[in-house]
């Protein structure tokens, strides 16, 4: 399986301490990206100090215009007030989505705890229709496990 492989590259990229806390959120970017072939664009929100907003951290994929997002619009605003991961099998069902490419056909988005709070989240976008799984969404709670280890140091 996939995710159980991909794992220990996680926590080997978590541990790089020459590396800064943005380069090690990037490589986790590129991994997922490179080896989960329906994961198309890849991505971290933050709590933007003490705004009620989200602000865009490393990604790979597609430049986005939303680089803040309100908390409570789109997904992502969404479970930035929730605390609840959330998968959309298909984005046209939904009325409170933000666009970033017509390409896309499924986004699931996964809340970082750090101390029992929602710090941010790891975003992604499918251009498959319906690709995500409980695997993906137990795989994608350890990541944001492992960031929320690094955060905390
Ligand atoms: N679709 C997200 C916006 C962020 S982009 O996917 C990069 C949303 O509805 O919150």
Redesign the pocket.
Known sequence: MIFEALKPEVETIIKQDSRSTNERLLNICELLEKHISYYN?V?F?FKNGAKNELK?GP?V?EP?D?TI?PFG???????AVSNENFIVPD?SA?D??????IT?KA?I?IPIFVNGKNIGQI?I?SNTPNPFTKEDEHFLEFVCNQVSNLLSN
């Open positions: 664009w991505g929100y865009l990604y994929g986005t939303h997002i619009k789109g997904i992502c605003g969404q479970v984005v939904q409170n989505y933000i666009a970033c490419s896309v986004e988005v975003d976008d």
